[in-house]
């Protein structure tokens, strides 16, 4: 496997491809927003991009602290949540989004660059809804997106 890179953080493995739409998109996009929380500019930029090409509102903050507030002033629908920032991690950042009774029901998927069990046995213990390694399958985080969304709707 390429260790994670900026330039490879998106992957398409074509023997696991799906059709990511199992339905149409939305003329006026989906109403859902998302809070991307990731230290670099680029990541931070791709993602956004990739989210509102496909019909998401997004907003985004640099850091863990950061995201915490922004959970908090904008109640986003889901968080992308980095691991490895300065200050607050994305664990501790996690951690204090689930304790706060305001932002205890928002759904979060850890993004990390580490393909390590314990990242993704910390992540799931801090309350994280799913954890995705970089290089990200952009079908693999559009299905987990949906399918969250999907319970958060109840449909």
């Known amino acids: 496997m390429k260790p994670f890179s900026l330039k ?3 992957t398409s493995n074509a023997r696991t491809v799906k059709e990511r739409r199992r339905n ?3 003329a006026d996009g989906y109403d859902f927003t998302i809070l991307i929380v990731d230290d670099s500019r680029t990541a931070v930029a791709t993602f956004t991009k ?3 090409q496909a019909g998401f509102k997004t907003i985004s903050a640099t850091d863990g602290l950061e995201g915490v507030t922004a959970a908090r002033e904008h109640l986003p629908d889901l968080v992308l949540m980095d691991v490895v920032m300065p200050g607050l991690n ?3 950042a996690t951690r204090q989004i689930r304790k706060n009774d305001t932002t205890a029901h928002i759904p979060i998927i850890i993004v990390s660059g580490e393909q390590q069990a314990t990242e993704q046995f910390w992540g799931k213990r801090v309350g994280a809804n799913a954890f ?3 290089p990200i399958d ?3 985080l559009f299905e987990e997106i949906f399918e969250i969304l999907d319970k958060k709707t109840g449909e």
């Open 24 to 26: 149409p998109r939305p």
């Open 90 to 92: 994305g664990f501790q």
């Open 132 to 134: 995705l390694t970089k």
């Open 138 to 140: 952009r079908g693999q």
């Open 50 to 52: 990739m989210l509102t």
């Open 8 to 10: 490879n953080l998106f």
